[in-house]
């Protein structure tokens, strides 16, 4: 995508002032209301910065859970329309094939090992099959996945990014939960909110979206792509210090939380807000990083 000079000048302004993180997350399906949606808005922000891994895993991952109505589907169905997310629905992954088919003479790859480099959105988590479970946990950790037959050990490239949703968390496997960054409890929102949710609504039923702030959305997205922040040698013993301090000293429970979903997922969301902002990770972002994954923690704990 050729960038116009007055647009590339108007996305520096917005990153050298480190306002993307406020100023884009609002056009993610800005109809959905309440505080949990903001949250959730820019927690797939920072989903869809992060791509392609170099050296380690960036990819982040997401989970909305709780009732039906609470507007999980309505939120996959927007990033599957609007910034070119591939939507299944878990329940049919064993007629569709998501890992793939050892049957017969030959090992055929499936869903996962097509939608390498997407955004997938799975619906209905919690009713997909183990196998498959199974499949999507080493694509979400490893960007890959492998399929055994006999002797012979295929592996598939899959390095997707997944945003899920599920109406019951305990059929899903710990594990598996375990590789998503963000996991959010739903509940649905009180009348004051669905009444401030009505004017989105409405225009949303008419097909009066804003298509000028997705264009922007999806071309500060492809602005930034190329740009691979680093932590810079002054600034890492400092980095190391800040999360450190923050496992000794935080008053939330993170003892349940593995290093891969704590300390190493801190690192990936502080990667995305550098990104973001195409400069390299600094404390600011660290601190930021820490404050978010926080939060996210805390309202999960509340939600159980």
């Given at each position: ?20 993180f406020e100023f884009l997350s609002r056009y993610l399906c800005p109809e959905l209301v309440g505080e949990e ?230 690192l990936r969301i502080a990667y995305a807000m550098a990104k973001l902002e195409k400069r390299n990770i600094t ?22």
């Amino acid at each position: 995508m050729e960038l116009e000079e007055e647009t590339i000048e108007l996305f520096k302004q917005l990153a050298e002032e480190k306002k993307p993180f406020e100023f884009l997350s609002r056009y993610l399906c800005p109809e959905l209301v309440g505080e949990e949606y903001d949250m959730i808005r820019k927690a797939t922000l920072l989903l869809l910065v992060t791509e392609v891994d170099i050296r380690c895993r960036h990819r982040l991952h997401e989970l909305l859970w709780g009732s039906a109505g609470t507007g999980k589907t309505v939120f996959l169905s927007w990033i599957e329309k609007n910034v070119q997310g591939v939507k299944i629905n878990a329940e049919m992954t064993s007629k569709t094939g998501l890992v793939g088919d050892a049957r017969g003479n030959k090992i055929t790859p499936g869903l996962l090992a097509e939608y390498d480099g997407n955004v997938v959105c799975i619906d209905e988590l919690d009713k997909m099959n183990a196998k498959d479970q199974n499949g999507l946990l080493q694509a979400m950790e490893e960007g890959e996945y492998m399929i055994v037959k006999g002797r012979k050990r295929n592996k598939f490239r899959a390095e997707i990014r997944a945003i899920a949703s599920a109406n019951e968390i305990d059929r899903i496997t710990r594990p598996l939960l375990d590789r998503f960054d963000f996991i959010f409890s739903l509940t649905k929102p009180p009348r004051e909110e669905r009444a401030k949710h009505t004017p989105r609504l409405v225009k949303n039923f008419i097909g009066q979206t804003d298509e000028q702030e997705i264009a922007v959305l999806k071309a500060y997205l492809e602005w930034i792509k190329d740009f691979e922040p680093t932590i810079l040698e002054e600034d890492l013993s400092k980095v190391v210090e800040m999360i450190q301090m923050y496992i000794l000293k935080t008053h939330t429970n993170i003892d349940p939380i593995s290093f891969r979903n704590l300390e190493e997922s801190i690192l990936r969301i502080a990667y995305a807000m550098a990104k973001l902002e195409k400069r390299n990770i600094t404390t600011e972002h660290i601190k930021k990083s820490i404050m978010f994954k926080d939060k996210i923690i805390q309202n999960l704990i509340l939600g159980d």
